[in-house]
């Protein structure tokens, strides 16, 4: 391997297949290449190409590679946001519709990126019931230094429970993603990850604190009154 071709395994994860072995690597075209062919004759699990664009006008925030651009098809992965509030679990279906945000979500994991984070804004309105998460400096702000589209059907509903992709515009994907405490009445323009499995409870205390109301989003709309914090985001529960 040439020093411009560079993969790096980062972790070996025991998922729903055994042991998924978990790459990064800086652009390589011959790194690729060669992962592309090793993943297609695989007998683990199928995988879908994926594209992760440099946001060189949008740096990253904490220093991170990007996922290499394949994602497994098949079973899920749990992760565990530690919370000061307590632990939230959050099941990963990369079964779903949104494979490759899965696959970035764990890289991000993976490289602790959402470690001693911040979730910045809390809402609690008829409309629109989430905690946004992922952004490192403040609302929308502190990504991973690229980006990724979106992964849609159209038919995507927001219930409790949900934790999808948060974004800025179409295709503009990072490291942000919200959580959904009560429902989400918005648009399927937003790539659902999967589902809180433990800890809703958690995020109803942050709710019931309540918020700190910031123009132009209305009265229940906002920073959360008390900080919520991430400690760290490991695997399982």
Not at 28 to 44: G, I, L, P, R
Not at 61 to 82: E, I, S, Y
Request: charged residues 15%; glycine residues 8%.
């Amino acid at each position: 391997m040439t020093s411009r071709w560079v993969a790096l395994v980062l972790s070996v994860a025991a998922l729903s297949f055994g042991a998924s072995v978990a790459l990064f690597a800086v652009p390589a075209t011959a790194a690729s290449a060669a992962v592309e062919s090793a993943a297609a004759e695989s007998a683990v699990a199928p995988v879908v190409r994926c594209t992760f664009t440099p946001t060189p006008d949008n740096p990253a925030a904490r220093p991170v590679l990007r996922p290499l651009p394949f994602a497994l098809t098949r079973g899920t992965v749990d992760v565990t946001f530690h919370f000061n509030y307590g632990p939230v679990t959050v099941r990963l279906d990369r079964a779903g519709v949104a494979p490759c945000a899965v696959a970035n979500m764990v890289s991000l994991v993976l490289q602790h990126f959402y470690d001693r984070s911040q979730c910045w804004r809390l809402s609690d309105s008829e409309r629109l019931g989430v905690l946004q998460c992922g952004d490192l400096y403040e609302v929308e702000k502190g990504g991973p230094g690229y980006k990724f589209p979106d992964e849609v059907s159209g038919t995507e509903t927001y219930e409790r429970g949900t934790i999808a992709m948060g974004n800025q515009g179409p295709g503009t994907n990072g490291s942000e993603f919200f959580i959904v405490h009560s429902f989400a009445h918005i648009p399927a323009q937003y790539s659902v990850l999967g589902k809180v499995v433990r800890g809703m409870d958690a995020i109803d205390r942050m709710v019931k604190d309540g918020i700190v109301p910031t123009d132009p989003n209305g009265p229940l709309d906002g920073a959360p009154k008390h900080p919520v914090k991430i400690a760290t985001a490991s695997f399982g529960r």
